[in-house]
């Protein structure tokens, strides 16, 4: 078994202006509305996307059901990160 690698990378995907999110999550929260949050695995203060870890990504295929080769991972990502 291959150890998984830990480290992340910024994707040049924009996720928005976050401070506006952030200020709209505030807001949302003071009238009971509904907004989708930014998602605990993304850091709050970057303006892109941050790719899973192999490790994170391993987690996530078990957690669907899915049993994926570990030796697989480090190339699979890859291809994940290349299209997404």
């Known amino acids: 078994q291959i150890p998984l690698s830990q480290h992340r990378v910024i994707s040049t995907i924009p996720r928005g202006d976050v401070s506006d999110q952030l200020a709209s999550d505030d807001a949302a929260a003071q ?3 509904a907004r989708p949050a930014v998602p605990v695995h993304q850091p709050t203060n970057l303006s892109q996307w941050m790719y899973p870890s192999e490790q994170q990504f391993y987690n996530a295929m078990r957690k669907k059901g899915y049993n ?5 991972i480090p190339s699979v990502l890859k291809i994940h990160n290349a299209v997404n």
């Open 31 to 33: 009238t009971n509305e």
């Open 68 to 72: 994926p080769p570990i030796e697989a």
